[in-house]
């Protein structure tokens, strides 16, 4: 068994289009390479009530929750006194969290206004995540992990968490690739991974000019089963008259289109 | 008011990072240019009762739902089969859409199999969408949109639904750009808000080697509202001894970062 994560991206500007998420695609790489099964993520806007039953039911359903965006200075980041609520505690002045901002808004050369004192709120009993860009602390509370919204400053505190971030057994991953219409070997695809217990088979079509295929990607916590069913599903385009090879490197981005 | 949507994006690839999620933000740009507030996104797996209780509820929440992804022919495309459990009605193979692919397989000369037929199979009661670019149509079922999740025939299907998809009162939208950092502007930025009632004002930090600044962001329904507000912050910024413009173009992609 794997651990179970969710995400919560926060944000209007997500929702309204302005801005493409970067996040959830990111965090699911790193929850994958840590063996960690990213079951759910959600996107909702600044609304608290939104807010706190979202993240009370995914802190609930799965074994710990990243929320992302809403934890800046202004009157639209609202996610820490929301999650506090959620928590059912108060919202405290972090010691350790003010002193850093101190520290580096006097190397800045900019005021550390009230507004900017804010990023050293948390909710009471949270555990801070540094910040090695721009020193404004995430933390943990229970099993949520509080994050940025701005994707280079949630990557390099993510990098940065060391053992912070839990991790599971991770899962094998095998891309079969081949020029052969996924509707071609569907049938055989269902028996494949019927015959591999513990394996997954997805079925990705891709397109471009003057050519189609099908990625065909296998996936399970035990290498062998993996490979073995990568090798049946090679097997399975040669009786339709087809070539295919088994790819280990992880597959960025999306399907080809 | 206008009316709400939600976006549900169904796949095991997206979630395991193997495949980024294009289909959210283009789907939420061209919901706010058609006057529909997108309220929620959700990204879930190849998950029966996930997808069930999932579309259940966000169905009933909001006046739209639409879905992305599980409509092929393999056995991993289980969205038409939970789809029609969470309506409570059979799944029936739809004369039109069988008609249809008949028609597309006898032109490509591939077999028209029993697995591409599970492409004319829909809940009892939906309506085609008609799919320009590889026939196997979605549908509207109740007031869910169930779309393919290949970025480009989602974008070819919805491009080509004309009045297939409803609108409402298109949201105004102004950006006002200044190199004056957020945590300054802040408590300025809530008084502006709170000014112009209707009005929101998000306010997104960006960062580039040698220079920072925000992006605020004023929406509202009411244009004139929309643009009073916006020269509100141009004042707001000039206060502070920085300056500001304002950008009426709408701004793809990510926040400078």
């Known amino acids: 068994m794997q651990p179970t994560a969710a995400i919560v991206v926060i944000g209007d500007e997500i ?126 509370i229970g099993n949520v992990y509080v994050l940025p919204g701005v994707p280079s400053i949630l990557q390099a505190m993510v990098e940065n968490m060391g053992d912070q971030l839990p991790g599971g057994t991770k899962a094998h991953r095998l891309t079969v690739q081949t020029e052969v219409g996924e509707g071609t070997l569907a049938s055989g695809l269902a028996k494949v991974e019927a015959d591999h217990p513990g394996v997954s088979v997805g079925s990705y079509p891709w397109f471009k000019p003057g050519a189609y295929g099908t990625a065909l990607v296998v996936s399970g916590l035990d290498q062998d089963a993996v490979q073995n069913a990568a090798e049946a599903l090679v097997a399975l385009v040669a009786e339709f008259g087809g070539t295919a090879y088994i790819d280990d490197k992880v597959v960025g981005g999306n399907t080809p289109a």
């Open 15 to 140: 929702l309204n289009g302005r801005t493409a998420d970067k996040n959830i695609n990111w965090l699911a790489k790193v929850l994958y390479d840590r063996g960690i099964k990213l079951a759910e993520a959600r996107v909702i806007g600044d609304d608290e009530n939104l807010i706190i039953t979202t993240v009370q039911h995914l802190s609930a359903s799965h074994d710990m929750v990243f929320t992302s965006g809403g934890i800046g200075p202004t009157h639209d980041d609202i996610t820490t006194v929301t999650i506090a609520k959620a928590f059912g505690v108060p919202v405290i002045r972090h010691p350790e969290a003010d002193q850093r901002l101190i520290d580096h808004y006097r190397d800045t050369g900019l005021d550390y206004n009230e507004a900017r004192q804010k990023m050293a709120d948390t909710p009471q009993g949270a555990e801070l995540i540094d910040n090695p860009v721009s020193a404004a602390p995430g933390y943990i």
